[in-house]
Nanobody, 124 residues
């Protein structure tokens, strides 16, 4: 499956941004989807994930209550709504896909497919 992330940009602290990730190539419903991010000099970290059906959502503690992951299987797209953004949210954000049978969402190594990343910069 091919993934194309979009929606990044520059936003002021306290603002909002919505990222999108469009999938193509294979049935979207076959995959759980995740968002990860990587700041300069840091390891890639888990942000949020959603099960193939959309019934399960999972968040890193650092974004819980501020970010919302969702998916539209009819549009083959997963979204990350980011509210109350902080400067520490600045990073390149990546979407990723893993096979639907997996039940561990937090580790990058469990995702076989990755998008190219989109930069989010939060100014203070």
């Amino acid at each position: 499956v091919q993934l194309q992330a979009s929606g990044g940009g520059l936003v002021q602290a306290g603002g909002s941004r919505r990222l999108s990730c469009a999938a193509s190539g294979r049935p979207f419903r076959n995959y759980n989807m995740g968002w990860f991010r990587q700041a300069p000099g840091k390891e890639r970290e888990f942000v949020a994930a959603i099960s193939w059906s959309g019934s399960g959502t999972y968040y890193a503690d650092s974004v819980k209550g501020r970010f919302t992951i969702s998916r539209d299987n009819a549009k083959n797209t997963v979204y990350l709504q980011m509210n109350s953004l902080k400067p520490e949210d600045t990073a390149v954000y990546y979407c990723a896909a893993q096979e639907s049978y997996r039940t561990t969402y937090y580790y990058p190594t469990t995702y076989a497919y990755w998008g190219q990343g989109t930069q989010v910069t939060v100014s203070s």
